[in-house]
C-alpha cells in the first residue's frame, strides 16, 4: 500500500512538471506571435505600407554591403492559403488569448489526473477581404543602394628620377645631351609607371634610347620626335631604366633652357616619397656663329680701264643664328685705292639672310643678319683707273661678337697689273709661259647673231708677213666656275666659229711632214687674219655658249715642245 503512495506521488510530480513546461511553451508561443505582429505607425516600406521592421534597426543601418538585394514585388503576391494579407493602408490588431490559472496549493484527491486543452483563439481580422483575386504585383519604387568596392590595398613604392646634361649653358643651334635616370627604391615592384617630358620650345626635336635596362622592361626608344616624351614601364624594386636623351637646340633659341621629368605611380599603388617624382635641368644660353667671309673676281690680272667684278659671299656655319654683324670694304674708293676710278655695290640674302640691297656707291659697310646656314652675297662692280700701277688688292671683313674663328673672317683679292695685253692688236704682247692660265675680266654678250663678238690678237713677225699661231686654248664665263672653249687652237678639230678653220687654210710648210693641221706655231699668212690683213683670230661665241653676259676670259699655254710660250697681243670686243 505504502508503494502504491509511493507511485501516485511520483506520477503527481511528473505531471506538475509537464504542465508547468506547457504553460511556459504556451506563454512564449503568445509573446513571441505579439511581438511578429507589432506595427508602428512610422514604419513603412512604401506606398504607405505598414512594416513591423524599425528602419532605425542595427539590422538595416549596419547591414554589410551588398547583404540586402532590392525587393522583388513578387514576393508581395497574396499567397494561396492565406486569406488575411498585408494591404497598405489596412489596420491590423491582434487579439490577446485569455489565461486560465490554477490557484496555488489546490488540492487534488487521490487519483485524480488533470487534462490541460490548449484551445487557439479564433482571430477576428478587421481587415476586409480582397475582391480583387488577381495577383497583387506593388509598382517597384525601392530605391537602389549604389554597390560599393571594398577599399583597396594601396601597394607603397618609391619611385626616383634624375635628369641632367651635366651643363650650365647651351649653345642655340647645337644639341644638348641629358641623362634621364629612373629607379624604384622599393619595397615593392611596380607595373605601369609613366615617365612622362614635355618638349621645351628651344628643341626642333629629340632622341631617347633605352641604354642601361636594370630588372625592368616596356622601355621604349624615339627618333627624331617633335612631340612630348612619355613611357609606360614596369620596374621591380631595385630596377632602374637610364635614357640618353640627345635634344637638337634651334639656332635661334634664346632664354633659358629648362627640362623636367616626371615619374609617377599607376592606381593601385602609392609613392611613399613624392619629392623625388620630380628633376629639372636649367641651363642659360650662349651664342656661337663661325662667320666666313670670301672675295674674288675670278681674275688673275687686270689692264687698264678694265671693268672688275668682285663678289663678295659672307656666310654663316652656325650653330647660331647671328644678329648685327658688320661687312667692310674700305679699299674701293680713291683714296685709298688709285688703282679705281668708282665703284658699286648690290647685295641679296639666301635662306633668311638680310643686309643693304642697294645699289650703293663707294665702301661697303653694312649691317647684316644671318641665319646659321644663310648666306649674304655682294656684286661689286670696279671701273679700273686710266694710268694704275702695280697689283690691285682689295680687301673685305665680317665682325660679329660671338664669332669663334676670326681666321676666316677677312678675304683680299689681288690681281696683277698686265701692260702688254691691249684692246687692238698693237705689236706689244705678253708672253704666257707653257702650262700658264691668265683670267681678264671682260663684257662680252652672247645674242644669237652669227657675226665675230672677239678677236684674238697673236703676235706678227714683220720680217715675214706672216704670223705663226702658237697653241692656245680661249676659254670663256659667265660666273667665274662654268667655263666654255670658244678657240682650241691644237686639238686638231676645226674651228668652224673663226677665221682659223684650217679646212680652208693653205698647207702648212712647217716640219715635220706631213704635220698636223693645228701644230705649234704655224705659219699662216696675215691675209687671212683680221682685219684681213693682219693677226687676229675672230671668233663667234654664239655658236658655242648659249646667250647672255660672259664678264671673264681665260687664257691657257698647252706645253709645245717649241717655244714653250703663247705670245698674246690683245683682246678686242667687237661692236
Not at 497574396?78 to 486569406?83: E, G, L, R
Not at 658699286?344 to 661697303?364: D, F
Not at 707653257?434 to 652669227?450: E, Q, V
Request: proline share 9%; hydrophobic share 35%.
Amino acid at each position: 500500500m505504502a508503494e502504491t503512495g509511493q507511485v501516485t506521488e511520483r506520477r503527481r510530480r511528473d505531471w506538475s512538471i509537464i504542465l508547468i513546461l506547457l504553460l511556459v511553451g504556451f506563454l512564449c508561443m503568445i509573446v513571441a506571435g505579439d511581438r511578429a505582429t507589432r506595427f508602428s505607425p512610422d514604419w513603412m516600406l512604401n506606398a504607405n505600407m505598414r512594416s513591423n521592421i524599425d528602419p532605425d534597426s542595427d539590422f538595416l543601418t549596419n547591414r554589410p554591403v551588398n547583404f540586402i538585394e532590392p525587393l522583388d514585388p513578387s514576393i508581395l503576391t497574396q499567397p494561396a492559403w492565406i486569406n488575411v494579407f498585408l494591404t497598405p493602408g489596412a489596420l491590423f490588431r491582434t487579439n490577446t488569448p485569455a489565461s486560465t490559472s490554477i490557484p496555488a496549493n489546490t488540492a487534488f484527491a487521490t487519483g485524480t489526473s488533470i487534462s490541460t486543452v490548449i484551445t487557439t483563439p479564433t482571430s477576428t481580422s478587421i481587415i476586409p477581404n480582397p475582391t480583387n483575386t488577381s495577383p497583387f504585383n506593388p509598382p517597384r519604387t525601392s530605391t537602389p543602394i549604389p554597390p560599393t568596392s571594398p577599399p583597396a590595398t594601396s601597394i607603397p613604392v618609391d619611385l626616383q628620377i634624375t635628369k641632367d646634361d651635366f651643363s650650365s649653358t647651351y649653345t642655340a643651334g647645337s644639341t644638348v645631351n641629358y641623362t634621364v635616370i629612373i629607379t624604384n627604391n622599393g619595397p615593392n615592384n611596380v607595373t605601369g609607371a609613366v615617365i612622362s617630358d614635355n618638349k621645351p620650345a628651344q628643341v626642333t626635336s629629340w632622341d631617347w634610347f633605352c641604354t642601361t635596362v636594370i630588372n625592368a622592361t616596356g622601355c621604349d626608344a624615339v627618333t627624331g620626335s617633335t612631340s612630348n616624351f612619355t613611357d609606360t614601364v614596369i620596374i621591380q624594386s631595385g630596377g632602374s631604366i637610364e635614357y640618353t636623351v640627345t635634344a637638337s637646340i634651334s639656332a635661334g633659341a634664346s632664354g633659358n633652357l629648362v627640362n623636367t621629368a616626371t615619374v609617377g605611380v599607376p592606381a593601385g599603388y602609392t609613392d611613399t616619397n613624392n619629392g623625388n617624382n620630380s628633376a629639372t635641368d636649367t641651363d642659360t644660353p650662349v651664342f656661337s656663329a663661325d662667320l666666313q667671309i670670301t672675295k674674288t673676281d675670278y681674275a688673275t690680272h687686270y689692264r687698264a680701264n678694265d671693268v672688275i667684278t668682285y663678289t663678295i659671299v659672307v656666310s654663316n656655319a652656325g650653330p647660331s643664328n647671328v644678329t648685327g654683324a658688320t661687312v667692310t670694304d674700305s679699299t674701293l674708293t680713291n683714296p685709298p685705292n688709285s688703282n679705281i676710278a668708282n665703284a658699286n655695290w648690290v647685295c641679296s640674302g639666301t635662306g633668311g639672310a638680310t643686309c643693304t640691297s642697294g645699289p650703293v656707291s663707294g665702301n661697303i659697310n653694312d649691317t647684316v643678319d644671318i641665319p646659321a646656314g644663310a648666306s649674304v652675297t655682294y656684286t661689286v662692280t670696279v671701273n679700273v683707273s686710266a694710268s694704275p700701277s702695280g697689283p690691285l688688292t682689295n680687301t673685305a671683313t665680317v665682325n660679329s661678337p660671338i664669332d669663334p674663328n676670326n681666321g676666316n673672317n677677312s678675304a683680299t683679292d689681288t690681281n696683277t697689273l698686265i701692260t702688254q695685253i691691249g684692246t687692238t692688236g698693237d705689236t706689244f704682247y705678253y708672253n704666257l709661259p707653257a702650262n700658264g692660265t691668265i683670267t681678264l675680266n671682260i663684257n662680252l654678250i652672247a645674242n644669237g647673231d652669227t657675226n665675230p663678238d672677239l678677236v684674238f690678237y697673236e703676235y706678227e713677225v714683220p720680217a715675214t708677213g706672216n704670223v705663226y699661231l702658237d697653241l692656245v686654248i680661249i676659254r670663256i664665263s659667265s660666273d667665274g666656275t662654268n667655263w666654255f672653249d670658244i678657240f682650241n687652237w691644237g686639238d686638231q678639230l676645226r674651228d668652224m666659229n673663226t677665221n682659223m678653220d684650217f679646212t680652208f687654210l693653205p698647207p702648212p710648210t712647217n716640219v715635220p711632214l706631213p704635220p698636223p693641221e693645228e701644230q705649234d706655231e704655224r705659219d699662216i699668212p696675215t691675209s687671212l687674219f683680221y682685219p684681213y690683213p693682219g693677226w687676229g683670230v675672230a671668233i663667234d661665241i654664239d655658236a658655242i655658249v648659249p646667250p647672255g653676259t660672259y664678264s671673264w676670259i681665260q687664257f691657257y699655254a698647252p706645253p709645245d715642245g717649241n717655244d714653250n710660250k703663247t705670245e698674246i697681243d690683245a683682246i678686242e670686243i667687237l661692236p
